[in-house]
């Protein structure tokens, strides 16, 4: 039998605390060689702190974080196996791009020759798809390229892990797009491990391999990103991760593997449930906008009128008023050329695809209690 590649990155039962307030609470946490994953969360809830503490910018209170199956208590970050790109890049306004991206290469010991570290920042740099731009002062550069020369600077010494703190938080929409989708195909080039902290839903979506949600300095839930966003471990995982409709209502009876949930307009429908759920029993259903599917009245179940049509191009967005419940969001795609069906002002019918409702126990507040989770394991 083969046996198990050792993780490349571990916590285990790491807490950190500041004082009185604890940020990292008994993370158990196992990422296997050669993963893209992103930490992803809203702000304060420990992602970026576990960052640090595999970079070696922070120490554990308790517990141990092992790289590459090394305990990296005491370690300094500049002997560990790793390399950082940061938010704001921490480029050096007085060197050219290469003595930036050679700078690390210059503090090794025994020291390198002049010529090995000019041929490595240039493949560096040409790895960023910036050859030719080694002699620019960094004021001449974009900051799509300001980016890609921290990453450059960041790989040149060949690290096993990789880690992100939001580094495209300061690009425009298009430019991010197009660098999600070059931080995809790098690290699928190069073979080491990427550690992404966000909490951009769509970022961490669109760019990992796994995600891990965070909240209140514990692990809620880790999977693909698929599994994150179709499958919720809780209501805080449904509400946190994209958009979704969240309705109030009571467990009505059961048919089959479906519970039929009364809401409070008196309609009933059909979701499924993440644990069993008793007769009687408030709930709130998670129903995402792409789900709903709108149609003239006349069939019964739930009806609204349209409030706002938002046209995002491929698709249209409608926020649509029902009585009793609220304001629904549903997503239509759009067809090249076809007429919108709805406009703001008619009544619409609401139905759903088959499994879409999902139900949690409990209505919703304004802190979901955190889902404790422990010995967390990502399965290449």
Known sequence: MTAAPVPDIEFRGVTKRYGAVTAVSGVDLSIPPAAFVALLGPSGCGKTTCLRMIGGFEQPSEGKVLIRGQDMAGTPPYRRPVNMVFQQYALFPHLDVEDNVSYGLRQQRPRLSAREISQRAGDALAMVQLAGYG????????????????????????????????????????LRTNMQIELQNLQRELGITFVLVTHDQEEALSMSDFVCVMNRGGIVQIGTPSDIYHEPADLFVADFVGKTNLLSGNVAGRSGDLFEVKLADGSVISARGRKELAS?????????????????????????????????????????????????????????????????????AIGFAPGAPLAFAGARDNGPKQRETKNVEIVS
Request: charged share 20%; no cysteine.
């Open 135 to 174: 002699r620019r002062k960094i004021h001449e550069l974009s900051g799509g390229q300001q980016q890609r020369v921290a990453l450059a600077r960041a790989l040149v010494n060949k690290p096993a892990v990789l880690l992100l703190d939001e580094p495209l938080a300061a690009l425009d929409k298009k």
């Open 280 to 348: 009687g029993e408030a709930v709130s259903i998670s129903l995402r906008p792409e789900a709903l599917r709108l149609s003239t009245p006349g069939q019964g179940g739930i009806t609204g009128t349209v409030r706002n049509r938002i046209f995002l191009g491929s698709v249209a967005e409608y926020a649509i008023e029902v009585p009793a419940i609220g304001t629904l969001l549903a997503t239509a795609d759009q067809q090249f050329g076809q007429v919108d069906l709805f406009e703001p002002g008619e009544p619409v």
